[in-house]
């Protein structure tokens, strides 16, 4: 059993999103909607599906490919918009058990140039009603080791509590050994936190170990209090928390 909380929505589960959402592609507006529906593809987050009459069907590029998916039957479309095109982009539910998806869009989320949730940017994928992510101060006392070499040590961290993740242990920038870190180009993008701004593999022993730590300079306002703080994978190094070692989870980090 795992000692973090995990998802618990089924797959094909549908729920309304009181949310407006809007997708942009080469500066059009491909959908715009107050009643998009969320479903889930896979356990761990919702997928938006869109109605057939909130979408600019003039940007579609029918490319007469009908097939089968899990959910139904679908007939496949690409966008075009000025000079630029992307095949493949989207598909329209004709048939479906879950009769909710029926004459809705289903668009590849990087297919398009940006989504919306009313005014403010998301990334990644639709951020999960069901999904809890609180960034909480604490007094524990931390340690950040890698093979035997300690590379962070704090009693203030920022602990980010995220659904279907362990636990994050964020360290004020001067209780981490820099020494023994050096910055990578990695960036990647969370729909919770936002985009991160730095990535550091850490030297140990003359070996180097990939992209063990990040900070986000500017996340999300949900996440303010971990602005300007490191953070390590638990899963590639090893985290003693009040004297006690953890285990490494086994979940592919995220």
């Known amino acids: 059993m795992s000692d973090f909380p995990q998802h618990a929505v089924a797959v094909h589960h549908v729920e309304p999103v009181p949310r407006r959402v809007r997708a942009f592609f080469a500066g059009a507006k491909v959908l715009d909607t107050t009643r998009a529906l969320y479903v889930w593809e896979v356990k761990g987050y919702p997928a938006f599906y869109i109605p057939r009459a909130d979408v ?11 097939h089968t998916l899990s959910l139904g039957s679908v007939r496949r479309f690409g966008l075009q918009a000025g000079d630029r095109s992307r095949a493949g982009a989207g598909r329209l539910y004709s048939a479906s058990d879950v009769a909710a998806v029926i004459d809705h869009y289903r ?3 990087d297919a398009l140039d940006a989504w919306f949730e009313e005014d403010e940017r998301i990334f990644v994928h639709p951020r999960s009603p069901y999904a809890r992510v609180d960034a909480l101060r604490s007094t524990r006392r931390v340690r950040i080791e890698l093979g035997g070499a300690l590379l962070a040590e704090t009693a203030s961290p920022v602990m980010v509590f995220e659904t279907g993740l362990p636990t994050r242990y964020y360290v004020n ?3 981490v050994d820099f020494a023994r870190l050096e910055a990578s180009d990695t960036t990647t993008v969370c729909p919770y ?37 490191v953070a390590f994978y638990n899963e590639k190094v090893d985290i003693v928390l009040d004297g006690a070692a953890l285990e ?3 979940a592919k980090p995220s």
């Not at 069907?57 to 009908?66: I, Q, T």
């Not at 593999?201 to 996440?223: C, I, M, N, Q």
């Open 56 to 66: 600019d069907e003039s940007l579609l590029v029918d490319e007469h490919h009908e």
């Open 107 to 109: 668009f590849e989320w």
């Open 173 to 175: 920038r001067s209780e």
């Open 193 to 229: 936190k936002g985009r991160t701004s730095g990535y550091w593999s850490a030297r140990v022993a003359g070996k180097l170990h990939s992209d063990v730590a990040w900070t986000y300079e500017f996340p999300t306002t949900a996440l303010a209090p971990i602005a300007g703080l």
């Open 248 to 250: 490494r989870p086994t």
